[in-house]
């Protein structure tokens, strides 16, 4: 079976022509909603993928309209493989895992995502110890000055309730049970 998904982003616009191509293109049924792609749960789209199986094929006009970034599309793909089906754009010829050339393709571009998050996760380790090298606090702020640490401290070893310590430095009893 052939699935259309169609998707526009605003109630102005409407997804008559894409749903029109996707039929005159084969669809047998087709997926459409008014949602931002920017969105990861689109009710239609979540829809969509539930209804594909063995030897379905999902299809759409273009690229955007079923992500809105590569790592957004990977993972759509990779939900597509997994069930069996295939995936076709009538746009981007490029973009259609039913062909030996759009599966390179498209692996391609898992290949390249893939070293693109592993240089952004290796980059940001390197900072984190840079940071660190320097002397750099890392995560979040202390709530109380060191002097107001030491002042509670003092209090509770003089048997002041945590709540009570907690309340006149205006956080939270727990905060004082951490020092």
Not at 124 to 142: D, H, I, M, N, W
């Amino acid at each position: 079976m052939i699935y259309g998904y169609a998707r526009v982003s605003t109630d102005g616009q409407t997804v008559a022509g894409q749903k029109e191509k996707l039929l005159a293109t084969g669809a047998d049924k087709v997926f459409a909603e008014t949602v931002s792609g920017a969105k990861s749960s689109r009710a239609q789209l979540g829809r969509c993928l539930a209804a594909l199986e063995q030897g379905d094929t999902l299809l759409v006009t273009r690229l955007d309209r079923l992500a809105r970034s590569t790592r957004d599309l990977l993972n759509i793909l990779a939900e597509i493989a997994e069930r069996g089906a295939s995936f076709k754009s009538l746009s981007e010829t490029w973009a259609d895992t039913t062909t030996a050339h759009g599966r390179l393709l498209l692996t391609f571009l898992g290949g390249i995502a893939e070293f693109e998050r592993e240089l952004i996760r290796t980059r940001t380790s390197e900072g984190r110890v840079r940071a660190k090298a320097r002397g750099q606090s890392l995560g979040r702020p202390f709530k109380l000055t060191p002097h107001q640490r030491d002042e509670a401290r003092a209090r509770r070893a003089n048997g002041e309730a945590v709540r009570e310590i907690a309340k006149s430095y205006n956080v939270s009893a727990s905060t004082i049970s951490r020092l």
